[in-house]
């Protein structure tokens, strides 16, 4: 059972109304009524519930998707927790979130993936646990692929560290292929964190120009380009598919762009300080902007936004990475790397890209559920019968970001202060209404 029917609580039928409906099939004026976790009928002549949600001037769209949050727990419960971070993501509009394996311990067994199981029991959306590709995330043995398949992991990731090994990565590709037939048929993916350790060791920004004036260490765009030429070609050699994570260069973008033209399995996201924020944003050593990888140059933002555009970056993920205030207040080269994103990637991507609302929800819900292989819950299409995931965005409301605000006990936000276009009003998971006007209601 998925974890968003486990958490259906009866609370009748809910009318969603004066809305516009989007979704993969198009745009159209209508309400929708929703109950027992199914949509019951998309109207646009007008539909009555037991509840009644105000959507005018609002888009009604399937529930957003992130392939790629750091939900600390087990091990670091004073950053974040699954509910915590399960609220943020519902105040985002999201309905499914990946969580990250590099907890403490690791996601690497199935005592770990049914304790965050376990943990997400109630919470705000559906939280499905990556588990990490090796043990530990050392790099060396293969965590057991075929039990944590069959608990319900889809993505298999040493995040926050790439498989250095290469015939270790090798190993893993041959062997997830071979897993579908436990998951129900649904995918299974290896997602890689792209950097080459040799290159990136002591760097704590974009090699470049900043670095140099800043006197620090810096990790070259090839350290993670070395690595996506290698996994690319890994996944040529075994016929596997490959998910890269976080690309953050112009080079990984055309390197991506040439294996899916050359018909390849791989998919690719980026992360919404990436197609935002620069190097020259660390110029006051503020902490806030240091990430892993690391934000880049004019030109590497100029080309994650033509990866987004052209179809070459599949999802928008956030890489949700909450650190409390005392680890974000050492010294730059002491600090953690990371920054929330959960409940300002859609306003970033509607204030900062030119794309049609269509093309940024595409990016947000049902193509990173496809790669997520959650597809049969998420992102999916807005007709009756099908699960009532869904957000409500006012596409032109504008707000003012704020740490403080936030769900997380993390405030290490780079966008503060700063004024977004585009926030959700409503969630809704598996047809009950986890936020109202905003509000949280978990």
């Given at each position: 059972?998925?974890?968003?029917?486990?958490?259906?609580?009866?609370?009748?039928?809910?009318?969603?109304?004066?809305?516009?409906?989007?979704?993969?099939?198009?745009?159209?004026?209508?309400?929708?009524?929703?109950?027992?976790?199914?949509?019951?009928?998309?109207?646009?002549?007008?539909?009555?519930?037991?509840?009644?949600?105000?959507?005018?001037?609002?888009?009604?769209?399937?529930?957003?998707v992130d392939l790629h949050v750091h939900l600390r727990q087990p091990g670091r419960e004073d950053a974040e927790t699954v509910e915590t971070g399960a609220r943020g993501a519902a105040l985002g509009g999201f309905t499914a979130v990946v969580a990250m394996p590099n907890t403490d311990p690791?996601?690497?067994?199935?005592?770990?993936?049914?304790?965050?199981?376990?943990?997400?029991?109630?919470?705000?959306?559906?939280?499905?646990?990556?588990?990490?590709?090796?043990?530990?995330?050392?790099?060396?043995?293969?965590?057991?692929?075929?039990?944590?398949?069959?608990?319900?992991?889809?993505?298999?990731?040493?995040?926050?560290?790439?498989?250095?090994?290469?015939?270790?990565?090798?190993?893993?590709?041959?062997?997830?292929?071979?897993?579908?037939?436990?998951?129900?048929?649904?995918?299974?993916?290896?997602?890689?964190?792209?950097?080459?350790?040799?290159?990136?060791?002591?760097?704590?920004?974009?090699?470049?120009?900043?670095?140099?004036?800043?006197?620090?260490?810096?990790?070259?765009?090839?350290?993670?380009?070395?690595?996506?030429?290698?996994?690319?070609?890994?996944?040529?050699?075994?016929?596997?598919?490959?998910?890269?994570?976080?690309?953050?260069?112009?080079?990984?973008?055309?390197?991506?762009?040439?294996?899916?033209?050359?018909?390849?399995?791989?998919?690719?996201?980026?992360?919404?300080?990436?197609?935002?924020?620069?190097?020259?944003?660390?110029?006051?050593?503020?902490?806030?902007?240091?990430?892993?990888?690391?934000?880049?140059?004019?030109?590497?933002?100029?080309?994650?936004?033509?990866?987004?555009?052209?179809?070459?970056?599949?999802?928008?993920?956030?890489?949700?990475?909450?650190?409390?205030?005392?680890?974000?207040?050492?010294?730059?080269?002491?600090?953690?790397?990371?920054?929330?994103?959960?409940?300002?990637?859609?306003?970033?991507?509607?204030?900062?890209?030119?794309?049609?609302?269509?093309?940024?929800?595409?990016?947000?819900?049902?193509?990173?559920?496809?790669?997520?292989?959650?597809?049969?819950?998420?992102?999916?299409?807005?007709?009756?019968?099908?699960?009532?995931?869904?957000?409500?965005?006012?596409?032109?409301?504008?707000?003012?970001?704020?740490?403080?605000?936030?769900?997380?006990?993390?405030?290490?936000?780079?966008?503060?202060?700063?004024?977004?276009?585009?926030?959700?009003?409503?969630?809704?998971?598996?047809?009950?209404?986890?936020?109202?006007?905003?509000?949280?209601?978990?």
């Open positions: 059972m998925s974890a968003g029917l486990a958490a259906v609580r009866p609370h009748g039928t809910v009318a969603i109304r004066g809305g516009t409906v989007v979704d993969a099939g198009g745009s159209r004026q209508a309400d929708v009524l929703v109950g027992d976790g199914r949509v019951i009928a998309v109207d646009p002549a007008g539909v009555e519930g037991d509840r009644t949600l105000d959507a005018s001037g609002c888009l009604v769209a399937p529930g957003l690791a996601i690497d067994c199935a005592a770990v993936v049914r304790e965050v199981q376990d943990l997400s029991a109630g919470a705000c959306c559906d939280v499905y646990p990556s588990a990490a590709i090796t043990v530990g995330r050392r790099g060396v043995d293969l965590v057991p692929m075929a039990e944590l398949a069959r608990l319900g992991v889809r993505i298999f990731t040493d995040d926050g560290a790439g498989v250095q090994d290469s015939q270790v990565m090798r190993r893993a590709l041959e062997y997830a292929a071979g897993l579908d037939h436990l998951s129900g048929g649904r995918r299974v993916v290896l997602a890689q964190h792209c950097e080459v350790d040799e290159l990136s060791a002591g760097g704590h920004m974009h090699e470049g120009e900043w670095s140099s004036r800043l006197g620090l260490g810096g990790q070259p765009s090839e350290a993670e380009e070395l690595m996506v030429m290698r996994d690319i070609a890994l996944s040529r050699l075994t016929g596997s598919r490959v998910h890269f994570q976080h690309l953050s260069t112009a080079g990984s973008v055309a390197m991506v762009r040439a294996a899916k033209e050359a018909g390849l399995p791989v998919t690719a996201e980026a992360a919404p300080h990436h197609f935002t924020l620069t190097d020259a944003c660390c110029a006051d050593y503020d902490t806030v902007f240091k990430v892993h990888p690391p934000l880049r140059t004019g030109a590497d933002v100029d080309a994650i936004r033509a990866g987004l555009v052209d179809g070459t970056i599949d999802a928008i993920a956030t890489d949700h990475a909450p650190h409390t205030s005392a680890d974000k207040e050492r010294p730059f080269d002491a600090a953690p790397p990371g920054m929330l994103g959960l409940e300002t990637a859609l306003a970033l991507a509607l204030t900062e890209l030119e794309l049609p609302i269509e093309r940024v929800l595409a990016l947000m819900a049902w193509q990173p559920a496809a790669v997520a292989g959650i597809d049969d819950r998420h992102g999916r299409p807005i007709a009756p019968d099908e699960p009532a995931n869904l957000c409500v965005i006012d596409p032109g409301v504008t707000w003012t970001v704020s740490g403080a605000a936030m769900a997380s006990p993390s405030r290490n936000t780079p966008y503060e202060g700063r004024e977004l276009r585009g926030r959700v009003r409503h969630t809704l998971l598996a047809s009950e209404p986890v936020v109202i006007d905003g509000e949280p209601q978990r």
